[in-house]
Each structure stands twice: as structure tokens, then as C-alpha cells.
């Protein structure tokens, strides 16, 4: 799941002070359960920009507002208020943002910053789970990431750098690899961690990435 959070209001009203028309979006999935894009939270937003002199002219919840098609279905059942908008704010993820970016002629501002990939550990509570790299070993370490879990993301093994468990470079944090060891001997798998890994292939996440199903999937 992408994990968002709100921008600070002062910033979203920066963004705001040449617009006064303006439509929210959010997002039925991602940012609605990390509460940031759902129906809730743009009632919530919707009251504040008045507040402060806006005229919030309609507001949205997409089911996902990174699949271009169905955000420009929702688009064209609200396209004469978009017209006569200044502005879109979207409580989206980046992506969601730039996808409605894509369909309207006028400003698209996020009003949320995109943190990571990540799970919920519990309501309200999530922890970053994954960087995309495009070159997943989680079957060689018990399903433990150490590119994320481990603050230098270490492929093969401990730094030695750490105190009771802890990591060095953030105390609060479990040392990534100690977990890894736990796991795989748990799973009677211990032997994978001698395996030596080689350095990340980078090629395979060189920014922007298109991956198409019609081309059999490959990243381009």
C-alpha cells in the first residue's frame, strides 16, 4: 500500500492563493485507509478552505485514483465544475496526482506528501515495507527486506555496528539482519544466508519505468 499524509494546511494554502474555485480529489483506496483522500477527510478539508474564503465547487473520491481510466470517467461526470475550476486539489498518492494531472487543463496540487510502500501494522500505524527495486531476494531472506528493514540496506549480512539488537543508525529500529537469521532459522532455511548476493542491478529501476502486459510484462 502507498502510505501518505496530509501537508501542513499552511502549505496547501500557499499553494492555493491565486485559486479560489477548487475541486477536491481523494482516492478509494490507498489514502482513504490511511486516512488522508477518503469521503471524510475531503468534508473535513472542505470546511476549512471556507474558512478561509474558498468556494470548494465539488469534491470526489475515485476508486483509485492512479488508473487514469477510471479517474476520467469520474472527471467527465463533474467536466463543466472542472471548467469553471481555478484549480484541483488532490488527496491522492504523487501518483494518483499526476494521473489527474494528466486529464484537465488546469493546476493539480497535492495536498499530501507520498512517504512510502508499506503495511499496516495497525489502524493508523504503518511501517515501510518496500522500495520497488525491481530485483525482489525476499526468497533468500525469510521475507524480511534488508534494501528496507535495514537502514544501509545491507544484501549480505551485519554491519557490526549494532547494540542489543538495536540498529546504529536508528536505535528504535530492529537490526535488519538479526531478524533475517531469526527467521531463516526458524524456517530451517539457515543456509541461504551464506549465499552471497551481488550488488543491485540499478538498470532495472532507471526512472521513468513502463511495464506492459501486451509486451509480456518486461520493465522498459
Not at 47 to 55: F, H, P, R, S
Not at 84 to 102: E, M, N, P, R, V
Not at 104 to 115: E, H, L, Q, S
Not at 140 to 160: E, F, H, M, R
Request: aromatic fraction near 4%; glycine fraction near 10%; charged fraction near 30%.
Amino acid at each position: 500500500m502507498i502510505i501518505s499524509q496530509h501537508k501542513p494546511f499552511e502549505e496547501i494554502k500557499e499553494l492555493l492563493k491565486d485559486s479560489n474555485k477548487i475541486i477536491l480529489i481523494g482516492c478509494g483506496e490507498c489514502a482513504t485507509v490511511c486516512k488522508v483522500g477518503g469521503e471524510e477527510e475531503l468534508v473535513a478539508m472542505k470546511a476549512k478552505l471556507e474558512e478561509i474564503g474558498k468556494q470548494v465547487t465539488a469534491f470526489i473520491v475515485p476508486e483509485t485514483s492512479c488508473n487514469y481510466l477510471l479517474v476520467r470517467r469520474d472527471l467527465k461526470k463533474i467536466k463543466d465544475t472542472v471548467s469553471d475550476a481555478d484549480a484541483i486539489l488532490s488527496f491522492a498518492c504523487g501518483d494518483g496526482t499526476q494521473t489527474i494531472g494528466k486529464l484537465v487543463d488546469i493546476p493539480v496540487y497535492p495536498g499530501n506528501n507520498t512517504m512510502f510502500v508499506g503495511e499496516v501494522e495497525r489502524v493508523g500505524v504503518y511501517s515501510e515495507a518496500c522500495k520497488t527495486c525491481g530485483d525482489c531476494i525476499l526468497g533468500l531472506t525469510g521475507d524480511i527486506c534488508p534494501v528496507t528493514k535495514c537502514a544501509k540496506s545491507l544484501l549480505n549480512g551485519p554491519c557490526g555496528g549494532a547494540k542489543d539488537g538495536k540498529c546504529e543508525v536508528n536505535p528504535e529500529n530492529d537490526r535488519a539482519w538479526i531478524l533475517i537469521y531469526e527467521k531463516l532459522k526458524k524456517l530451517g532455511q539457515l543456509e541461504k544466508i551464506y549465499e552471497i548476493q551481488k550488488p543491485k542491478e540499478y538498470s532495472k529501476v532507471a526512472h521513468p519505468r513502463t511495464i506492459s502486459l501486451r509486451d509480456g510484462g518486461a520493465a522498459q
